[in-house]
């Protein structure tokens, strides 16, 4: 599985931004895939993730209620709807994918990885 994440930019705070991830190869549709993303200085931290079908979604803590992930199997996309953005949310974000997991929330637990996008969050 390739994987192209695009639709980072610069936004104000309280602002919204939605990232895509392309997925190339017949085995995104049997991919759990997760949004993570890594701030200047810190680690790699989970985001968002979704099962095969779309039918189950997790998130971290700091992001529910304002970020929603999806994805479009006919399509091999996944998407992060990124709302009510704050300074503390600028980060590189990456699409990750995972063959064996239901759906993942550790780095480790991914097979394959996008090249990230930067979001800039500006207060």
């Known amino acids: 599985v390739q994987l192209q994440a695009s639709g980072g930019g610069l936004v104000q705070a309280g602002g919204s931004l939605r990232l895509s991830c392309a997925a190339s190869g017949r085995a995104f549709s049997s991919s759990s895939m997760g949004w993570f993303r890594q701030a200047p200085g810190k680690e790699r931290e989970f985001v968002a993730a979704?099962?095969?079908?779309?039918?189950?979604?997790y998130y971290e803590d700091s992001v529910k209620g304002r970020f929603t992930i999806s994805r479009d199997n006919a399509k091999n996309a996944v998407y992060l709807q990124m709302n009510s953005l704050k300074s503390e949310d600028t980060a590189v974000y990456y699409c990750a994918a995972d063959l064996t997991s239901p759906t993942g929330r550790t780095a480790i637990q991914y097979d394959y990885w996008g090249q990230g996008t930067l979001v800039t969050v500006s207060s």
């Open positions: 979704i099962s095969r079908n779309g039918g189950s979604t």
